[in-house]
């Protein structure tokens, strides 16, 4: 037999999201595609990275991240959660919550697991789980409030399914989860014996005066919540890799020496520069970022509207879901390079956050980008009407 790569390199292929990027490079287009926060860095994030080198925050952390950070973001789910963690005990940097996402699978999930998504999915939960060899199940989010049926969710239930994940707000159709949608869900993993494992890393992008709500915050969630965020939106450092898991105790050596056997640590400096962020930046920083991107919002959607391309308006995170299944094409991906050729602005394919053909009709558009682009995005859709 001749010498070949792993049967896993199958399983992750050049997404979407990276080959429109490629796609739009090359025609010198807007990229609305990839999730990138085009944002200025807060100032006390910045120069608290650049001090930290020369303090000499440039070795190796303990695994679990340096204490002044763990304390901030533990202050920090106090202030905006009301959440008693132990910074001591209860969180785990790693890189990004990327990073986070990773070491806790490998920590608490067994190849042969199931574990049920709701769909649409971020694409790198799915692909995470299954090169671990854990199989997804998918409980549907139904347009147009991406609501989920009760029946749906239990019929996913079965002895090998372990844990349930869940993004609020939403990548990619921007869904906040309400408190009552979220006990249910609660319900659904006490009922089993699942772990939740949540992904929080839009936290801050709510719009309409919606809140986000914490699962682990729920009655008898706490020992089974692992609670997933990080800096890159927040922050606008995507590149830095900076995120983390919170949990019960009895989870953060298992999901720690993952994370030191796979990273070793975050980026030293990198972590300070985040805790002076969190500790420096106030209230304020936090409701200026909701309301620019929530006018973000209105313009983009608006956008989309004049285009003949209905948007899915989002309650949060900064992606939108619009209908082209009006635009030439067998499937969203000719949809998607027909928008790219003919308005200069790049996409994700709707099949990227479906395992059937439910997004063959769909793109995602990312409205995270500076006035002057998204202006000029906005434009460019318009002229296709
Ligand atoms: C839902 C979701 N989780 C995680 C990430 C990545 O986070 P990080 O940069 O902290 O790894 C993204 C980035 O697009 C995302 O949309």
């Given at each position: 037999m001749p010498i070949r790569q792993s049967n896993r390199c199958d399983l992750v292929k050049q997404s979407d999201i990276r080959s429109m990027t490629l796609a739009c490079a090359e025609r010198g287009g807007i990229n609305l595609?990839?999730?990138?926060?085009d944002l200025d860095v807060p100032e006390p994030v910045l120069q608290g990275a650049a001090d930290a080198m020369r303090e000499g925050y440039n070795v190796y952390t303990r695994f679990d991240g340096l204490p002044e950070l763990r304390l901030a973001i533990a202050e920090k789910q106090r202030r905006f959660q009301g959440l008693n963690l132990d910074p001591e005990t209860q969180i785990v940097v790693s890189a990004g919550a990327t990073g986070a996402f990773q070491a806790a699978c490998t920590a608490l999930l067994e190849a042969g697991d199931e574990v049920l998504l709701f769909e649409p999915y971020y694409g790198y939960h799915v692909s995470t789980l299954r090169a671990m060899d854990v199989t997804p199940r998918f409980v549907p989010l139904h347009a147009p409030d991406w609501s989920f049926d009760d029946a749906e969710l239990e019929a996913a239930a079965s002895p090998r399914l372990r844990a349930v994940v869940l993004n609020t707000p939403c990548n990619p159709c921007g869904k906040v989860f309400s408190r009552a949608e979220l006990e249910r869900v609660a319900d659904f993993c006490q009922a089993h014996d699942l772990f939740l494992f949540t992904d929080e890393?839009?936290?801050?992008?709510?719009?309409?005066g919606l809140e986000h709500v914490?699962?682990?915050?729920?009655?008898?969630m706490e020992e089974r919540t692992i609670a997933i965020s990080g800096a890159s939106k927040v922050f606008a450092?995507?590149?830095?890799?900076l995120g983390w898991a919170s949990c019960h105790p009895r989870w953060r050596e298992p999901i720690g020496h993952f994370n030191d056997l796979y990273y070793v640590c975050a980026p030293a400096p990198l972590q300070i520069g985040v805790a002076r962020g969190i500790t420096g930046l106030g209230q304020e920083y936090y409701h200026e970022l909701a309301e620019d991107h929530g006018k973000k919002r209105d313009r983009f959607c608006e956008a989309l509207k004049n285009a003949g391309l209905a948007p899915h308006v989002p309650q949060g995170a900064y992606y939108a879901l619009a209908d082209i299944s009006s635009l030439p094409g067998r499937d969203s991906r000719e949809r998607a390079m027909h928008l790219l050729e003919r308005t200069g602005v790049a996409c994700v394919p709707g099949r990227a956050f479906w395992h059937d053909g439910a997004g063959e009709g769909l793109a995602r558009f990312c409205f995270a980008k500076r006035w002057p682009e998204l202006n000029q995005a906005c434009e460019r859709l318009e002229r296709l009407s």
């Open positions: 595609a990839q999730g990138v926060c890393i839009y936290e801050h992008f709510v719009y309409d914490s699962p682990a915050c729920l009655p008898g450092v995507t590149g830095w890799r």
